[in-house]
């Protein structure tokens, strides 16, 4: 599967933001999906993970109650509403998929990954 993401920009903090990511191949539906942010210097690390049939869904701490992971596997479309960024969370965030019926919360779980998009939030 080749994965595509993209909304990423300069958001102000305490506004909002959507990322997209896009996949290609029609087995979308059965596989997990996780959003992951690297910033400079730092590990690329787990931001929100929903499973393939949107049921389960994990956030990391430092997210919940401002991120929201969605699917919509009719589009093949994987979604991460930021609201209320703040300029912590300035990072590249990479799409991440894998066959997987469970819900993966690890870089090592995930074997697709998109190009990263680059979120900035400013003070």
């Known amino acids: 599967v080749q994965l595509q993401a993209s909304g990423g920009g300069l958001v102000q903090a305490g506004g909002s933001l959507r990322l997209s990511c896009e996949a290609s191949g029609r087995s979308f539906s059965r596989y997990a999906m996780a959003w992951f942010r690297q910033a400079p210097g730092k590990e690329r690390d787990v931001v929100g993970a929903?499973?393939?049939?949107?049921?389960?869904?994990y956030y990391t701490d430092s997210v919940k109650g401002r991120f929201t992971v969605s699917r919509d596997n009719a589009k093949l479309t994987v979604y991460l509403q930021m609201n209320s960024p703040k300029p912590e969370d300035t990072a590249v965030y990479y799409c991440a998929a894998d066959n997987d019926y469970g819900l993966p919360s690890t870089r090592a779980r995930y074997t697709y990954w998109g190009q990263g998009t680059q979120v900035t939030v400013s003070s």
């Open positions: 929903i499973s393939w049939n949107g049921i389960g869904i």
